[in-house]
């Protein structure tokens, strides 16, 4: 097997991966508030200052309050920002500038568990501050639905899509500087296309086929209508798309950091 062919199979992975994922757990909980604070101020500035003041001069979309619309995208949008910037800044600096990994590899652990636990964990504050943002969210009155509770899992499956997406990237990142090409190219066009603001169907024709591709409109249209009390229509498919990229994309990050790492 060519040294390509063995850093591009599957991963081999094992249930180590928790004891890493703890490891990150036991760092971050020294600074837990001040953490989940920060994940939560973006989103819900987002949402009181563009959910009062825009919402002044737009009233209703489809229907419903501005502020109810915009609700379910600034969940979703909290869940990409949060799994992103783990699994970029925070990855990128144990794999890299700490060095972490490496010892971490001269315990019985494969370099695959590793990812595996840098991904799950990344969801894990993802959901962590998307249920904080749905629970917020809920006090404000902004959704009232026993449905909204479906948003819940969800809120993890986008972390774990976006965390794969991020680990790509951290993969390739030959410093800190390279990440800005990631957000300035992908998540702040994909925030923008992706249904968080406004309807899609606002778009023209050729964006609204673009945007079919986009992870994070798959989200939205899910979690948008349980939000508001109704079933999102064509659930599976949207599920279909997030579980993909989270899976392509996670075998695409355990491939690249094998040949950045192991060479």
Same mark, same amino acid.
């Given at each position: 097997?060519?040294?390509?062919?063995?850093?591009?199979?599957?991963? =081999?992975? @094992?249930?180590?991966?928790?004891?890493?994922?703890?490891?990150?757990?036991?760092? #971050?909980?020294?600074?837990?508030?001040?953490?989940?604070?920060?994940?939560?101020?973006?989103?819900?500035?987002?949402?009181?200052?563009?959910?009062?003041?825009?919402?002044?001069?737009?009233?209703?979309?489809?229907?419903?309050?501005?502020?109810? *619309?915009?609700?379910?995208?600034?969940? =979703?949008?909290?869940?990409?920002?949060?799994?992103?910037?783990?699994?970029?800044?925070?990855?990128?600096?144990?794999?890299?500038?700490?060095?972490? #990994?490496?010892?971490?590899?001269?315990?019985?652990?494969?370099?695959?568990?590793?990812?595996?636990?840098?991904?799950?964990?990344?969801? @894990?504050?993802?959901?962590?501050?998307?249920?904080?943002?749905?629970?917020?969210?809920?006090?404000?009155?902004?959704?009232?639905?026993? +449905?909204?509770?479906?948003?819940?899992?969800?809120?993890?499956?986008?972390?774990?899509?976006?965390?794969?997406?991020?680990?790509?990237?951290?993969?390739?990142?030959?410093?800190?500087?390279?990440?800005?090409?990631?957000?300035?190219?992908?998540?702040?066009?994909?925030? +923008?296309?992706?249904?968080?603001?406004?309807?899609?169907?606002?778009?023209?024709?050729?964006?609204?086929?673009?945007?079919?591709?986009?992870?994070?409109?798959?989200?939205?249209?899910?979690?948008?209508?349980?939000?508001?009390?109704? #079933?999102?229509?064509?659930?599976?498919?949207?599920?279909?798309? +997030?579980?993909?990229?989270?899976?392509?994309? *996670? #075998?695409?990050?355990?491939?690249?950091?094998?040949?950045?790492? +192991?060479?």
């Amino acid at each position: 097997m060519s040294a390509t062919a063995a850093h591009f199979r599957l991963p =081999c992975l @094992s249930w180590r991966f928790a004891s890493v994922w703890s490891r990150n757990f036991r760092v #971050w909980r020294k600074l837990a508030l001040p953490s989940l604070l920060g994940n939560l101020a973006d989103p819900m500035i987002y949402l009181l200052g563009l959910g009062y003041g825009l919402g002044a001069l737009v009233k209703t979309v489809d229907g419903v309050p501005y502020v109810h *619309f915009l609700a379910a995208g600034m969940v =979703c949008f909290s869940c990409m920002n949060t799994a992103s910037f783990e699994t970029l800044y925070s990855a990128f600096s144990r794999m890299h500038v700490q060095r972490t #990994w490496e010892g971490l590899m001269n315990a019985p652990l494969a370099l695959d568990d590793i990812v595996l636990a840098e991904m799950i964990w990344a969801a @894990s504050k993802a959901a962590l501050s998307g249920t904080a943002i749905l629970l917020v969210v809920t006090l404000f009155g902004f959704t009232s639905s026993a +449905l909204a509770l479906g948003v819940v899992p969800l809120i993890f499956l986008i972390g774990l899509t976006f965390a794969a997406m991020g680990l790509v990237v951290t993969a390739l990142a030959p410093n800190y500087d390279f990440f800005m090409y990631y957000f300035t190219l992908f998540i702040t066009p994909m925030a +923008l296309l992706s249904g968080v603001f406004f309807p899609l169907d606002q778009l023209p024709a050729a964006l609204q086929t673009g945007a079919q591709l986009l992870p994070l409109a798959h989200a939205v249209a899910i979690a948008r209508p349980l939000m508001l009390g109704e #079933w999102p229509p064509a659930v599976l498919p949207h599920l279909a798309v +997030l579980l993909a990229y989270a899976a392509v994309g *996670f #075998w695409l990050a355990v491939s690249l950091t094998r040949r950045r790492l +192991l060479k």
